[in-house]
């Protein structure tokens, strides 16, 4: 599996806005290429995975998304925190279909909705049980997990949030269970991979993010800067676009030679989207150095033009392949 040989669960996390949810996505059907079957895990109950991939909205089991290159599979799961709460009782309390009439008391929704935490530990103990789901023979059903997880400024303290449980419930099985699921998110088999773009705020949460899952002795994974554009000019235009405008007459001439009106007009505003583009860059080049200096490895999606459909999808997992990912 690439740069991320032995890694089981893959989170992907990120600033609100930079295609999380669609690196995910595009991660998840790299891992899946050459016949392994990997399951796409979404737990902000936004039916995200549904619009991308363009199914109905998925249910509270495991569907069958896609089909990756060489013949892999991509499942996808969208964890409803009211279903995992039945199944939570079941496990510890062995409610059964009783922990369903807890909701006439408001105690379902309280532990959904409102107790600090509670939601988080339902989500994550879902991700674990399918991280760690065998077939009969002992194997496990998924090759690998990917996790499309709360973004950056949550991100830590919703894969932390079993350290909490465990020092609340000090023995029985809530106990290990927690102690079961902080072992694996602090163990070589998870890696928590951020998506940035090149701009200032996304480049610093994610610098922030790494710092803190350091910190919390999480394996920070790759950096995934997302939406990127390659330049239009040559380095000399840009940096002369950036010192001051173009040659109004050289660019006059040269929509002339392509057929084009050249009109003054037109020329100015081409002149001006030139500085505008040349500036872009440049913060673009310095961001990207930011992105060097955490010594992540790092990988680029391309912006597409056309924005993303299933076939952008397998475009960016193909991307992500070529460079390592996967």
């Known amino acids: 599996m690439g740069d991320w040989e032995g890694v089981r669960l893959h989170v992907v996390t990120g600033k609100g806005g930079t295609g999380k949810t669609t690196v995910a996505a595009a991660l998840a059907l790299a891992l899946a290429a050459g016949r392994r079957q990997v399951l796409l895990v979404e737990v902000e109950e936004r039916q995200g995975l549904a619009q991308l991939f363009d199914v109905p909205p998925l249910p509270y089991e495991d569907r069958k998304l896609a089909v990756a290159r060489g013949g892999g599979d991509v499942y996808g799961l969208a964890v409803d925190s009211r279903e995992a709460m039945y199944e939570y009782l079941d496990m510890y309390y062995r409610l059964g279909r009783a922990g369903r009439a807890l909701d006439r008391f408001g105690v379902v929704e309280f532990a959904t909705t409102v107790a600090p935490g509670m939601r988080d530990v339902l989500l994550t103990g879902k991700t674990y049980e399918a991280t ?25 303290r919703f894969l932390s949030v079993n350290t909490a449980v465990r020092s609340l419930a000090r023995i029985g099985p809530i106990n290990r269970h927690a102690a079961a699921i902080t072992a694996l998110l602090c163990s070589p088999e998870t890696a928590v991979h951020t998506v940035t773009l090149l701009e200032e705020m996304p480049v610093q949460e994610t ?120």
């Open 132 to 156: 760690r789901r065998q077939r009969p023979d002992g194997t496990p059903v998924y090759d690998a997990v990917v996790l499309d997880a709360p973004p950056t400024g949550r991100i830590v």
């Open 207 to 326: 610098a922030d993010t790494v710092a803190d899952l350091q910190r919390a002795h999480i394996p920070a994974g790759a950096v995934v800067v997302n939406q990127v554009r390659r330049p239009h000019l040559g380095s000399r235009d840009l940096a002369a676009a950036r010192r001051g405008p173009l040659d109004h007459e050289s660019v006059g001439n040269g929509l002339r030679a392509a057929g084009m009106p050249a009109s003054a007009g037109m020329v100015n505003e081409l002149l001006e989207e030139a500085a505008a583009h040349a500036e872009r860059v440049a913060l673009e080049t310095h961001q990207r150095a930011a992105v060097a200096a955490l010594q992540r490895p790092t990988y680029e999606l391309p912006q597409l033009p056309d924005g993303v459909d299933l076939a952008g999808l397998y475009e960016l997992g193909d991307s992500l392949t070529a460079q390592g990912a996967a």
